[in-house]
Nanobody, 120 residues
Framework: QVQLVESGGGLVQAGGSLRLSCAAS????????MGWYRQAPEKERELVAR???????NYADSVKGRFTISRDNAKNTVFLQMNSLKGEDTGVYYC??????????????WGQGTQVTVSS
């Protein structure tokens, strides 16, 4: 069983920075993609950034130039560095991963979510 554990959310003033981490744990698996999604109150969950196993990266237009996604393959961990935070970045941030587990197939997994609140 694969699990995703997130950390790094919190309260920050507008213009500040936060760094989120998401670590995948389990056995006999390979990661195809890891990414971050967010959900603001009364809004749908949306993509923030994602990185594939071959290094392709996508960002939402709203975060380009402010957020940076990176990974540590040895630790099965993905990071989201968030700079110049704005009020509209407030929401619950979820880690998502598409993982292939030996003998079981390919599935998507979600973390439990971490709250990011940006105050003006």
């Amino acid at each position: 069983q694969v699990q995703l554990v997130e950390s790094g959310g919190g309260l920050v003033q507008a213009g500040g920075s936060l760094r989120l981490s998401c670590a995948a744990s389990g056995s006999s698996f390979s990661i195809n993609m890891m990414g971050w999604y967010r959900q603001a109150p009364e809004k749908e969950r949306e993509l923030v950034a994602r990185i594939t196993s071959n290094g392709n990266i996508n960002y939402a237009d709203s975060v380009k130039g402010r957020f940076t996604i990176s990974r540590d393959n040895a630790k099965n961990t993905v990071f989201l560095q968030m700079n110049s935070l704005k009020g509209e970045d407030t929401g619950v941030y979820y880690c998502k991963s598409i993982i292939t587990t030996t003998g079981r197939g390919t599935f998507q997994y979600w973390g439990q979510g971490t709250q990011v609140t940006v105050s003006s």
